[in-house]
């Protein structure tokens, strides 16, 4: 790589780290203290007005817990497979599929059977949300909606309005997720030679 491309990466790695924060809801405060740098200096850092160093982004890429190449946004080469490492939170298990900072995040999502289906806890915070169940039969609650979605139905929210997904049955669900911020919303197309839709939109 020559100066210039150099300069070119260093210059991206601030709004690149600001937009992985923000795309998880985390302030300058909360990062400053999972990772121990100052607030000032991860201000500084996604301004553009201090330069990256190995030092600042190894606590950044443990917290997001993503590869350090992704923060500089340098090209992959070799082995084009994707090394998952599922997340386990609130008793599911979550697979991250996507690994880009920022923008939209595909996610597979495995809810495990329990002896009786739980009762809802909607939850709220900021984004919108795509998804497919593979799987089973997934229980939907959205503001006043209580839907319930067998294999290949797909829906679509908004994530700031109350929502829960669980099981209908207590069974196995599996569910693709495309999940982004506010505004970022999954467009799906269809052929338009089918006079049927393969899913439905709720």
Same mark, same amino acid.
């Given at each position: 790589? @020559?100066?210039?491309?150099?300069e070119?990466?260093? +210059?991206?790695? =601030?709004?690149? %780290?600001?937009?992985?924060?923000? @795309? #998880?809801?985390i302030?300058l405060?909360d990062?400053?203290?999972?990772? =121990?740098?100052?607030?000032?200096?991860?201000?500084? %850092?996604?301004?553009?007005?201090?330069?990256?160093?190995?030092?600042?982004?190894?606590?950044?890429? #443990?917290?997001?817990?993503?590869?350090?190449? +992704?923060?500089?946004?340098?090209?992959r080469?070799? @082995?084009?497979?994707?090394?998952?490492?599922?997340?386990?939170?609130?008793?599911?298990?979550?697979?991250?599929?996507?690994? #880009?900072?920022?923008?939209?995040?595909?996610?597979?999502?495995?809810?495990?059977?329990?002896?009786e289906? %739980?009762e809802?806890?909607?939850?709220?915070?900021? =984004?919108?949300?795509w998804?497919?169940?593979?799987?089973?039969?997934?229980?939907?609650?959205?503001?006043?909606?209580d839907?319930?979605?067998p294999?290949?139905?797909?829906?679509?929210?908004?994530?700031?309005?109350?929502?829960?997904?669980g099981?209908?049955d207590?069974?196995?669900?599996?569910?693709?997720?495309?999940?982004?911020l506010?505004?970022?919303?999954?467009?799906?197309?269809? +052929?338009p030679?089918?006079?049927?839709?393969?899913?439905?939109?709720?």
């Open positions: 790589m @020559d100066p210039a491309t150099d070119d990466v260093l +210059d991206a790695v =601030g709004p690149r %780290l600001r937009a992985l924060r923000r @795309d #998880r809801g302030t405060a990062l400053a203290a999972a990772t =121990g740098v100052s607030e000032s200096t991860l201000s500084r %850092l996604e301004s553009g007005q201090r330069r990256a160093s190995l030092e600042l982004l190894l606590p950044l890429a #443990r917290t997001y817990d993503v590869p350090l190449d +992704d923060l500089v946004g340098a090209p080469t070799g @082995d084009p497979r994707i090394h998952l490492k599922p997340i386990r939170r609130f008793g599911m298990t979550f697979v991250p599929l996507s690994r #880009r900072p920022g923008g939209v995040h595909a996610f597979k999502m495995i809810i495990p059977a329990r002896p289906p %739980l809802p806890a909607p939850q709220t915070h900021e =984004g919108f949300e998804l497919y169940v593979l799987s089973g039969r997934l229980r939907l609650v959205t503001g006043e909606r839907l319930t979605l294999p290949g139905e797909a829906a679509e929210f908004d994530t700031s309005l109350p929502h829960w997904l099981s209908a207590g069974g196995v669900v599996e569910l693709l997720i495309l999940f982004g506010q505004g970022v919303r999954a467009h799906v197309r269809t +052929d030679h089918r006079s049927s839709q393969a899913g439905s939109r709720r």
